[in-house]
């Protein structure tokens, strides 16, 4: 995953630039109904940390982390928000969040690191926490023509991850999934999932 990461460092400036605008108010809208007024949320690839950002403009308390140090850099510099330098499947809180956030970011890693990243859910949300995913559908396995490494989903392997997670049955469920197209225009649709810490019915 290390070209993915020099991806990032290499063209953070470019990169932010063209993401620190995408509006996704839905998605904050759906997502932010499962998370308890002023909650702690955590961005975890939060790029240009334009979704911490808003989130802390609506009154949450939220903060980042991203593998990428540049992008960090450019974060904490604009926004004003904490991120820390971590890779997500890496990554245990001190103490267990409302939320995690995780837009776009899952598809960069390895099976092996998205099991671990569910897997740390146990010690990074709070019973009753939600957590929001989006991944691309639609895509090749493997490493696009700027070097990152780009993994496609389905259904079945979101499905199949969270289980694994919830084999004690104090892990996540899912309580939705939906789909949005793409804002490039590109035949690739996004695959977003909401689930929950214990099974929380809403």
């Known amino acids: 995953m290390n070209s993915t990461i020099d991806y990032y460092n290499n063209n953070a400036e470019e990169y932010y630039e063209q993401t620190v605008n995408v509006c996704f108010q839905e998605l904050y809208y759906r997502f932010l109904k499962y998370i308890p007024e002023g909650g702690r949320i955590m961005d975890a690839g939060c790029g240009s940390g334009r979704d911490a950002a ?5 009154g949450y308390r939220a903060e980042g982390i991203d593998a990428s140090e540049k992008l960090a ?4 510099k604009n926004h004003g928000i904490s991120v820390s330098v971590c890779s997500i499947e890496d990554w245990t809180a001190a103490e267990p969040f409302d939320g995690i956030w995780c837009c776009a970011v899952l598809l960069h890693l390895t099976d092996r690191q998205i099991t ?3 897997a740390n859910l146990r010690y990074n949300l709070r019973p009753g926490g939600a957590l929001f995913i989006s991944v691309k559908t639609g895509i090749e396995t493997g490493y696009d023509d700027k070097g990152r490494y780009m993994r496609n989903f ?3 392997d979101i499905r199949t991850f ?4 919830n084999i004690s049955g104090n892990g996540p469920e899912i309580k939705k999934i939906w789909y949005t197209e793409d804002s490039t225009g590109r ?3 996004w695959m977003n999932i909401i689930a929950r810490m214990d099974g929380v019915n809403v």
């Open 116 to 118: 671990r990243f569910f």
């Open 162 to 165: 969270i289980e694994k997670a």
């Open 73 to 76: 850099d450019l974060a904490r």
């Open 154 to 156: 389905t259904e079945a």
């Open 187 to 189: 035949d690739v649709r």
């Open 54 to 58: 808003a989130f802390c403009r609506l």
